[in-house]
């Protein structure tokens, strides 16, 4: 099955730090999601974005939609230990009702 | 808030056993998905269903059935399991063309 290409696999910061993380693909989507998920439990919706251009924030996270609408960003600013987990995108190809989910992006955060 | 409720965190079933894995969403969402997520494959479609008693396959259907008869309820079948099918099994709902939201995880171990 398709996955897209996400990066960082992994990454250890310091608290406080700011993070990037991105999204890529051959493809191009309409929507784009952004996940967090903690060891043992499902995913949580953290962002939605659906329009090419588009920046929404929500508290210290701030995604875009890409121009090009085959990327997509997720920043993270001021780090704090709980956004330690597993972060995901998931992208919606045009007339499907499927979504397409990154590898992933392990972040730790060191107090 | 949109609730998806799978009906159990955690089962352990026999090889050959018959396994039903429930899903339940209360959001009147048209389309429901299972996934199962294996430590470095990351989230993999299983089955997706687009509207009651409708479904589709997806990257991993083989050794999994689904029944989707209320248009709240989404159940995925193991017809005879095997230890190759313990994993990490997520449900997660969507209206037509909007952001998917996921239950809680059901971590099965087969043995």
């Known amino acids: 099955g398709q996955q897209l290409n996400q990066s960082p696999q992994s990454m250890f910061i310091q608290e406080g730090e700011d993070v990037s993380m991105n999204c890529t693909s051959s493809?191009?989507?309409?929507?784009w999601l952004w996940y967090k998920q903690d060891p043992g439990e499902g995913p949580v919706l953290l962002i939605a974005?659906?329009?090419?251009?588009e920046l929404t924030s929500n508290g210290r996270l701030t995604a875009q939609f890409g121009i090009t609408r085959k990327d997509s960003f997720l920043n993270i600013s001021a780090s704090i230990p709980s956004d330690v987990g597993i972060y995901f995108c998931?992208?919606?190809?045009?007339?499907?009702?499927?979504?397409?989910f990154g590898t992933g992006t392990r972040l730790k955060v060191l107090a | 808030d949109v609730k998806v409720t799978q009906s159990s965190r955690y089962l352990v079933k026999r090889t050959g056993e018959k396994v039903f894995l429930e899903c339940v969403q209360d959001?009147?969402?048209?389309?429901m998905f299972w996934y199962r997520q294996d430590p470095g494959l990351g989230l993999r479609l299983i089955y997706f269903s687009y509207d009651v008693k409708m479904k589709e396959k997806g990257d991993i259907p083989e050794g999994y059935s689904v029944s989707r008869e209320k248009k709240e309820r989404f159940s995925l079948i193991l017809e005879s399991a095997s230890t190759n099918q313990t994993s990490m099994y997520l449900c997660?709902?969507?209206?037509?063309?909007?952001?998917?939201?996921f239950g809680q995880g059901t971590r099965l171990t087969v043995v």
């Open positions: 997660a709902s969507s209206s037509l063309y909007t952001e998917a939201f």
């Open positions: 974005l659906y329009k090419a251009g």
């Open positions: 959001m009147d969402h048209e389309n």
């Open positions: 998931a992208g919606r190809l045009s007339g499907t009702y499927k979504y397409i």
């Open positions: 493809s191009i989507f309409n929507t």
